[in-house]
């Protein structure tokens, strides 16, 4: 069973810096496409990064692209988001979620999620 955990959401001010982290267990990590996702309140849930098995390869919204990095540690099992110089509009809370061998920026095509953490910038 495999199972998602994200931390390191908060409150920060616009310009400032978050870091998320997203710890797995379960089968083996490094077979999963990795992404994150966010749903501000009233609003359905959007695509904001995607990483591939081995880190080769990473996908960006265009709304996050410069200020947002995607990473993966197959080593420790887990993946992060970086996120700079944040807006209110980044106001959400952000899920990491897995897809077993299928890099992608859809929703639909996720198998795992995990429970979400709030991420909230002020202006």
């Known amino acids: 069973q495999v199972q998602l955990v994200e931390s390191g959401g908060g409150l920060v001010q616009a310009g400032g810096s978050l870091r998320l982290s997203c710890a797995y267990s379960?089968?083996?990590?490094?077979?999963?496409?990795m992404g994150w996702f966010r749903q501000a309140p009233g609003k359905e849930r959007e695509f904001v990064a995607a990483?591939?098995?081995?880190?080769?390869?990473?996908s960006y919204t265009n709304s996050v692209k410069g200020r947002f990095t995607i990473s993966r540690d197959n080593a420790k099992n887990k993946v992060y988001l970086q996120m700079n110089n944040l807006k209110p509009e980044d106001t959400a809370v952000y899920y990491c979620?897995?897809?077993?061998?299928?890099?992608?920026?859809?929703?639909?095509?996720?198998?795992?999620w995990g429970q979400g953490t709030q991420v909230t910038v002020s202006s």
């Open positions: 979620a897995a897809n077993l061998g299928r890099f992608s920026s859809r929703i639909s095509e996720y198998d795992y």
């Open positions: 379960g089968r083996t990590f490094s077979r999963y496409a």
């Open positions: 990483i591939s098995m081995s880190a080769g390869v990473t």
